[in-house]
């Protein structure tokens, strides 16, 4: 009888180690999740200190996050109507798929590719606009063959691999095509943001890495704008 008991103690004990792991494996998964957004920041915003703020912004997430805090904060109204000033923030959301050029990351500022790199993001070569053609590959044989003539089982070869990379080229089908370009590519979120009346600005990038919510980098860009302007 203790022999059973024995045993059937150890049974939950091993179980309550299984769940134990389960359970740790599933807040890791939550924390990684929580933790799929790389935000990084560059400059400041200048805000008056007895003034009211009112935030406009052209993405409707980062305009609610932000007018709830200036409400939570109490600065979203003033004594006096003439210390109203305005919060200006601009988004841009771009897809980091193959073909994207920097000015459609970031338009007319270049300079954002240090933050970028900063968030963890590769960006494309300077001057890659994005929509240069690929090289056709019997162009390239032709001139290959021209400055290296080949024996003809080498030539042979060499053509096999011109014609397989006309049908695995840019044009061919894939079996990716169904799948939207979020789920395969990060996506790179820019925000700028100034007050009336100051010359400073705030820079921000967020990478939502493939398959992640966007929204949710966006609350938290959001978020980098409000304490910087009300601390």
Same mark, same amino acid.
């Given at each position: 009888m203790s022999i059973r008991r024995a045993a059937a103690s150890a049974l939950s004990a091993s179980a309550a180690i299984i769940v134990i792991a389960?359970?740790?494996i599933a807040v890791t998964a939550i924390a990684v999740t929580a933790y799929a957004a790389d935000v990084r920041t560059a400059g400041k +915003? #200048?805000?008056?200190?007895n003034a009211g703020v009112v935030a406009i912004c052209t993405d409707p997430v980062v305009q609610n996050v932000l007018t709830d805090a200036l409400r939570a904060a109490r600065r979203s109204s003033a004594p006096d109507p003439s210390e109203i000033v305005t919060l200006t923030v601009t988004v841009n959301q771009q897809v980091l798929a193959p073909g994207? $050029? +920097?000015?459609q990351l970031f338009p007319g500022d270049p300079s954002m590719v240090e933050l970028l790199k900063a968030a963890g993001a590769e960006p494309p070569p300077l001057g890659d606009t994005? #929509?240069?053609? $690929?090289? #056709?590959?019997? @162009?390239?044989q032709a001139r290959r063959r021209a400055l290296s003539p080949q024996d003809p089982l080498t030539e042979n070869f060499r053509s096999y691999q011109t014609m397989q990379q006309q049908l695995s080229g840019a044009n061919a089908p894939t079996p990716y095509e169904s799948i939207p370009k979020? @789920? +395969?590519?990060?996506?790179?979120?820019?925000?700028?943001?100034s007050i009336e009346g100051s010359l400073d600005q705030l820079k921000v990038v967020a990478v939502v890495h493939s398959g992640d919510d966007p929204r949710k980098a966006k609350a938290l860009v959001a978020e980098e704008i409000a304490n910087a302007a009300l601390h």
């Open positions: 389960v359970t740790a +915003l #200048d805000l008056p200190a994207v $050029s +920097l000015n994005g #929509d240069a053609p $690929s090289a #056709d590959p019997y @162009e390239i979020n @789920e +395969l590519y990060d996506t790179i979120i820019v925000a700028r943001a």
